[in-house]
């Protein structure tokens, strides 16, 4: 695998006007780099940004400021050239065509395209292909929109919250051919807001917050921001035995249960089993979700004010004159 990057963000932001003469940052300052064959889950809150920052990396949306190429290219132009296929929230299917009719429609708008039959046969429509599309499930719309996406076999997949309304089955299903595809080389950017889709499918993850991003690396070691484990154990311990824990970060008691967070827990099990009344101990690995609602409540703890608006202007402005008599 290459190591220079497919795709390649420098300080991209996107600001909206408030309506009060001030501007937000739906993006703010967003440099990311992407490389062949990487699978990244892009989460956040509703209005992190996601759907934002990846309409912009489409050539759908402009930022205001900032550098993105796709290939060495520009959005549009890597969109033109069929290196970037789509699978978005919107963008409506034509209910009275079959399956079949709506890709062959598709790929006849491309110069160059993979074949009909292989990419249904990827999105898993074979069987499904004289069936009207307004009778298909969601799922299956979702597959389809899948292998829309694949016909121009890009080099680079972005995703949506692809899986949104699909049953769990349906949703193992696709990511087993989103796999599949990144298998090939294909980079895979996904937004979602199903947490257990980034752990169980992406190497890396990227945490957007108020349009910035407040995590970036391997699942694994984002998922580590939320303490390694949790230790749970049955005991009543004075305030100056729980104050002498090693290794927690953070605890709680509920009743004669006590729930420990902690970067060690085989040190921490030691101490509690050898040397406390504590019994009845379990530890289980922090997730990603723990890890997301903790990143993002520290950020809101200790975000500086994101937009400035312009009333706010007038007042900082007016506080100024006034020290300054
Ligand atoms: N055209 C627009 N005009 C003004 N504000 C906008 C526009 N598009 C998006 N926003 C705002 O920008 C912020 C980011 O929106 P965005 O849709 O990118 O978030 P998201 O992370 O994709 O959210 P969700 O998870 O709900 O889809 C939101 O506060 C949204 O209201």
């Known amino acids: 695998m290459s190591s220079e990057p497919i795709i390649r963000t420098e300080h991209i932001t ?8 001030g501007r937000f940052r739906a993006v703010d300052d967003v440099s990311l780099s992407f490389a062949p064959g990487e699978v990244t889950a892009i989460l956040g809150p509703n209005g992190a940004g996601k759907t934002t920052f990846l309409d912009i990396v489409l050539g759908l949306n402009t930022s205001n400021t900032g550098n993105l190429t796709i290939l060495g290219k520009s959005p549009k132009k890597a969109v033109q050239h069929g290196h970037v296929g789509a699978l978005l929230q919107t963008g409506g299917l034509l209910p009275d065509l079959s399956v079949k009719e709506t890709v062959q429609i598709i790929a006849a708008l491309h110069h160059h395209h993979v074949g009909v039959d292989t990419v249904m046969e990827i999105a898993g429509l074979t069987g499904i292909a004289s069936k009207a599309v307004g009778k298909c499930s969601g799922g299956q719309q979702q597959r389809l929109k899948f292998a829309l996406a694949l016909l121009p ?21 696709f990511w087993d051919r ?9 980079t895979v950017l996904f ?23 407040i995590a970036d690396g391997p699942t694994d070691e984002v998922r580590r921001h939320a303490g390694s484990a949790h230790v749970s154990v049955t005991w009543s311990p004075t305030p100056t ?13 509920r009743g004669n249960q006590v729930l420990l967070r902690t970067d060690n827990a085989d040190k921490l099990a030691k101490h509690l089993l050898t040397t406390t ?8 690995s ?26 706010e202007h007038t007042q900082m402005e007016t506080a100024q004159k006034e020290t300054a008599r």
């Not at 996107?14 to 003469?21: E, L």
């Not at 035995?241 to 605890?251: K, R, S, Y």
């Not at 009344?277 to 289980?284: E, N, P, V, Y």
């Open 241 to 253: 035995e729980l104050i002498g824990l090693p290794c927690v970060e953070a605890h709680e008691v």
């Open 14 to 21: 996107k600001t909206y006007p408030t309506g009060d003469g």
């Open 153 to 173: 076999k890009p080099d680079v997949l972005i995703l949506d919250e692809p899986t949104a309304g699909m049953d769990p089955a349906a949703r193992h299903e």
């Open 191 to 213: 937004a979602t807001h199903y947490l257990e889709e980034a752990e169980q499918f992406a190497r890396r993850t990227v945490l957007m917050h108020g349009g910035r991003v």
């Open 286 to 311: 922090a997730s990603l979700e723990e890890a997301f609602m903790q990143l993002t409540t520290a950020d809101d703890q200790h975000r500086a004010p994101r937009a400035t608006t312009q009333m």
């Open 178 to 186: 989103m796999n599949e595809q990144a298998a090939t080389g294909t």
């Open 277 to 284: 009344d504590a019994h009845s101990l379990t530890i289980r």
